[in-house]
Structure formats: structure tokens, C-alpha cells
């Protein structure tokens, strides 16, 4: 027979209360012992948590001077105040060369000591490998501490670029047309060129920019092919000698806007390094323009420089100057900014002498920029040599990036 479960509930509700009277209550006094016996956990368990939180708070405080601490120092916590960057180029060169070549791979590392000090560093891979009887080297190029004095004035000390022409302290494959170097700037101002010493740089009446800079010198070789040369006088500080230094200065015009017009002076007492009887002073004056308008650029410069002594006129290098115009084109495509150039070049490192010397070259290509960090180069290169040397087209192409 089943059972209703209405039957059920009420079989159950009815033993409820019989059960119910059957457990023991506790008394007064009991219920008050339990009450106080409560009320003495929570006390403790609140002063556990107290501790706890202090514990907590005083581990926070180690840390953050901790961290603090070893930030300035330049130790754990470094890399909130650290930088990296850095910029490569490869290159393909026809005509007699034939050749192709991961020209230069840089690293950066700045480091931001704090709002006044900062340190710049520049390490770079030349043709890929260095080493005995290998094409290539690795180069500091620069190290160097750059104090803040005010907000106009600026110092720097160390190993740093030398403030001459246009090229020699910004050269990142973006910011030129060409695949190579204008010659001006690698043949008449040795670019890239460092030296140590200390310099000064600032700004004033909201349209100039200055820098002056002492530091060490050029050692130019006095006999050889490569007497009194320029570009080979480099030392690259390098256990460099110094007997003696030199002097550079350089002014900015910066008026309006998308032109700036600049000179360069340098002066050197003796670029021999005291390797004669005689002084050979040096004297390098340069000028640039650098215009962008629209669509429309333009860049010029002119380098000159004048050697003191019989013994660079004897070789015809008393004399070593050049120049360059480059207009250029711009414009915008889906796919990035595409510039067109031609440059018209002539320089000559043996300027005082009496034979024909001078290279006359002209360049014209395209830069197409599918970022504004990376650059597709392709130009041709028309080199008109002196009667001792070789004419020469070269097609040149290249691929270069900066970060």
C-alpha cells in the first residue's frame, strides 16, 4: 500500500517537536562564557591582522627605496632609465667595385641618470666581420656624459661626433639620399669623426644653435699616397696621441621654418702630432644649407680646408676642398613617401697642386621609405676622375633602417 506523502509531512512535522525539546539548552551563564570566549578570538584574530598590514607596509617601504636606490645607482631598476637603439644599412655597388657589403650595423645604449645627467653611448660592425685579415672592425663611436646647466645650455664630456657639416653627427641611412656618403663628407670632412674632450651646446633668440668644442686632434701620415690626407689624419681615439688638440665651433640658423643654414670652423696647431720640425696647422671652414619645403628639397655645402708648412705644399695637399648641390623631390604613394634627388659633386684633396686632381661625380636616384624607419635606396653614380685616375658608372643599391 504507498503511502501519501501529505501523510508523510505530517508524521514529520509532528516528531519536530518532541525532537527539538529533547536537546539541551545552555544556561545564562553558559551562553554568557560562550559569548566572551568569542568576543577574545576576534580581539586576537584583529591584532594578527594588524601585524600582518604593518609586516606588509614596512615590506613595501624596503622595496620601493630599495628599488629607488639601485635605480640611481645604475643597478637593478636600470632599464626604466635605459634606451636602445640603433640603425644598419647593406649595400650593393657595381661598376669596377662589384660588390656587396653589410656596410654598418650600430647599437645604442642612452641612459638617463636623471632630469640633468645622461650618458650616450654608439658601438658599431663594420662589413660585417673584424679581425685579422677581415674587411671589417668594431668601433666605439660614442661615449659620453651630457649634463644639463639650464634649460638652454647644455655639456657633454667623453668620446662624441665632431660638430662639423651635416652629416657627421646624424648619418642614419633614413635621414639621406644615396645609397653611399656624399663624397664632400667623406673625402673633406672625414665623416664619421670622433674625438674626446669636452664641449658646450645651447640654443638663443629662439632661432640659433651653437656648439664649441675642444678635444683631441688629427694625425695625418707625412709621407706615403696618404701624406697629410684628411681622412686618414682620423685616430678614432684609439690610444690616440695627443700632443696636440684642436678647437671646432659651429652655428645654426633655424629661423624659419624647414631651413637651416649653418657654418662650420676648426682649427688644429700641429695635424702631424709634433711628427716634424715644423708645425702644419689646420684651418677647416665649412658652410651647408639644408632646406625642406613641401614637396620641395634642397641641400649645399661647401668644405674648405687650408695646411700650413712646406711639406704639404710639396705634395699639393696645402689645399683640400669641396662642394655639393642637391635638390630633391617628394610625394606620397599608398605604400610610403618616395623622394627623388640629383647631386652635382667635385672635390679635390690635393687642391694645391699644380696637376690635375679633382673628382667631379654626379648622383641621381630614389629613396622610397615604406616607413619612416626604413629605407629601399637605388641611385647611379657618374664619376668623372682626374687624368691619374679611373671614370667610372656605378649602379648602387641599398636597404637601410633605424630604431
Do not use: C
Request: charged share 20%.
Amino acid at each position: 500500500m504507498l503511502v501519501s506523502p501529505k501523510i508523510l509531512w505530517f508524521l514529520a512535522l509532528g516528531f519536530l517537536p518532541s525532537t527539538l525539546l529533547a536537546i539541551p539548552m545552555p544556561s545564562q551563564e553558559e551562553m554568557w562564557k560562550m559569548l566572551q570566549a568569542q568576543q577574545q578570538e576576534i580581539q586576537e584574530l584583529k591584532k594578527q591582522l594588524k601585524k600582518t598590514d604593518e609586516k606588509a607596509e614596512a615590506a613595501v617601504e624596503v622595496a620601493d627605496s630599495h628599488t629607488s636606490t639601485n635605480t640611481a645607482d645604475g643597478a637593478p631598476g636600470w632599464w626604466k632609465n635605459t634606451q636602445l637603439g640603433g640603425y644598419g644599412e647593406l649595400h650593393y655597388n657595381g661598376g669596377d667595385k662589384d660588390r656587396v657589403d653589410f656596410h654598418r650595423f650600430v647599437v645604442m645604449v642612452n641612459h638617463q641618470f636623471n632630469d640633468d645627467i645622461r650618458l650616450y653611448s654608439e658601438v658599431e660592425l663594420e662589413h660585417s666581420l673584424s679581425g685579422d685579415d677581415e674587411p671589417g672592425e668594431v668601433e666605439l663611436e660614442q661615449a659620453f656624459i651630457e649634463f644639463n646647466l639650464n634649460e638652454s645650455l647644455r655639456a657633454k664630456t667623453g668620446l662624441f661626433l665632431v660638430p662639423v657639416g651635416m652629416l657627421n653627427e646624424r648619418h642614419e641611412p633614413t635621414t639621406f639620399f644615396g645609397v653611399e656618403r656624399n663624397p664632400i663628407e667623406s673625402n673633406i670632412i672625414p665623416t664619421t669623426w670622433w674625438e674626446a674632450g669636452a664641449a658646450l651646446s645651447g640654443e638663443f633668440a629662439d632661432q640659433f644653435q651653437y656648439d664649441i668644442a675642444l678635444h683631441s686632434g688629427l694625425e695625418t701620415p707625412i709621407e706615403g699616397d696618404s701624406a697629410f690626407n684628411i681622412r686618414s689624419g682620423r685616430q678614432k681615439v684609439a690610444n690616440a696621441t695627443a700632443k696636440d688638440g684642436a678647437v671646432t665651433g659651429r652655428i645654426n640658423w633655424n629661423g624659419v621654418s624647414g631651413v637651416s643654414v649653418g657654418g662650420s670652423v676648426q682649427y688644429q696647431n700641429d695635424i702631424t702630432q709634433s711628427s716634424l720640425s715644423e708645425d702644419i696647422s689646420a684651418l677647416l671652414l665649412s658652410t651647408h644649407t639644408d632646406i625642406r619645403k613641401g614637396p620641395v628639397g634642397f641641400r649645399a655645402m661647401y668644405a674648405h680646408w687650408d695646411l700650413d708648412g712646406d711639406a704639404p705644399s710639396l705634395v699639393g695637399r696645402d689645399t683640400q676642398d669641396g662642394w655639393f648641390v642637391e635638390p630633391s623631390y617628394f610625394f606620397d604613394t599608398d605604400a610610403g613617401e618616395i623622394g627623388l634627388f640629383g647631386r652635382y659633386n667635385r672635390y679635390d684633396n690635393q687642391g694645391g697642386s699644380s696637376m690635375d686632381t679633382e673628382y667631379e661625380q654626379f648622383d641621381v636616384g630614389l629613396n622610397f621609405w615604406p616607413h619612416p624607419n626604413v629605407v629601399l635606396k637605388a641611385d647611379m653614380a657618374f664619376v668623372n676622375a682626374p687624368s691619374s685616375g679611373n671614370d667610372d658608372e656605378i649602379l648602387n643599391l641599398g636597404v637601410g633602417f633605424h630604431y
